[in-house]
């Protein structure tokens, strides 16, 4: 069992900056692929960009490259999430989860955080 806590969401105005957290307990945290993912109201979650275990590959969505990076600090046991030039687009619950398989896809993703409100006004 891995235990998810995210955190560092808040309201921001559009051009901004945010860096989210995600804290994990549990098993070893280095093993696990990590991913976060959006859920705008209305709308599917979808995956925003995930890290291989160690950091050694990334992937993002086409809609935040250039924008958001993620990170890992293994040490910590935390995944976060740094967000600039924050559109209204990127409103969204944002969740951390914790995988075994490299891959954007939800479905492949065993453990949830309980998700951290980001919304970003115009």
């Known amino acids: 069992q ?5 955190s560092g969401g ?28 959006r859920q705008a109201p209305g709308k599917e979650r979808v995956n925003v960009a995930i890290i291989s275990p160690r950091g050694g590959s990334t992937r993002y969505a086409d809609s935040v490259k250039g924008r958001f990076t993620i990170s890992r600090d293994d040490s910590k ?3 976060y999430l740094q967000m600039n030039s924050l559109k209204p687009e990127d409103t969204a619950v944002y969740y951390c989860a914790a995988g075994a398989v490299l891959t ?12 951290t409100q980001v919304t970003v006004s115009s």
């Open 10 to 37: 808040g309201l921001v105005q559009a051009g901004g900056s945010l860096r989210l957290s995600c804290a994990a307990s549990g098993r070893t945290f280095s093993d696990y692929v990590m991913g976060w993912f």
């Open 2 to 6: 891995v235990q998810l806590v995210e």
């Open 77 to 79: 046991n935390t995944v």
């Open 104 to 115: 954007r896809t939800l479905s492949s993703y065993n453990y949830w955080g309980q998700g």
